[in-house]
T-cell receptor, first 114, second 114 residues
């Protein structure tokens, strides 16, 4: 079945790195995504990784994918107060001309302490 | 380019009533997906419309329905509202084809059922 799991909370000190973890069950996923949701707002796509990649870096964000263990992580370097939000991991089963169904994890609430 | 817009942003209804939510996708996007977000269940996929046809459907009762118009705008309808339907309803648009169906989310409609 399709299931995506994340821990619910993470607290880090400002300036430290944050690592948010995610596990998924369906190995047929094509793309894996990280979304950010700030209070009262919709979801903002932060980054994504194609399932045949191991790593993707985008400025302060690093995504690591371990396909064997079905484990995805998002590292945020030099965490700032503006990074406080809920982070959702998601997997997509889209292919050419197929439905764009995305399964989301429960979200990890990242809080920053001074 | 304008983002995804959803109307209304907030809605209060009573049990037994019905409600219609609207979503206008990004210009050029042909796919619209709907999600329900609640504190207890997280983000759950409702359905996806592409070129006026429902292409994929989540596990929600028949009280939840939708449609898409020729200009790609979509509406979602919930009939015979229940207290448990109180949630943030998010709509996301995408091109709808191609391998990476990156979805862009609107700000959501917060529905409260009394």
């Amino acid at each position: 079945g399709e299931d995506v799991e994340q821990s619910l909370f993470l607290s880090v000190r400002e300036g430290d790195s944050s690592v948010i973890n995610c596990t998924y069950t369906d190995s047929s996923s094509t793309y894996l995504y990280w979304y950010k949701q700030e209070p009262g707002a919709g979801l903002q796509l932060l980054t994504y990784i194609f399932s045949n990649m191991d790593m993707k870096q985008d400025q302060r964000l690093t995504v690591l994918l371990n396909k064997k263990d079905k484990h995805l992580s998002l590292r945020i370097a030099d965490t700032q107060t503006g990074d406080s939000a809920i982070y959702f991991c998601a997997e997509s089963f889209a292919g050419y001309s197929s439905a764009s169904k995305i399964i989301f994890g429960s979200g990890t609430r990242l809080s920053i302490r001074p | 380019k304008a983002g995804v817009t959803q109307t209304p942003r907030y809605l209060i209804k009573t049990r037994g009533q019905q409600v219609t939510l609207s979503c206008s996708p990004i210009s050029g996007h042909r796919s619209v997906s709907w999600y329900q977000q609640t504190p207890g269940q997280g983000l759950q996929f409702l359905f996806e419309y592409f070129s006026e046809t429902q292409r994929n459907k989540g596990n929600f009762p028949g009280r939840f329905s939708g449609r898409q118009f020729s200009n790609s705008r979509s509406e979602m309808n919930v009939s015979t509202l229940e207290l448990g339907d109180s949630a943030l309803y998010l709509c996301a648009s995408s091109l709808g084809s191609g391998r990476n169906n990156e979805q862009f989310f609107g700000p959501g409609t917060r529905l409260t059922v009394l």
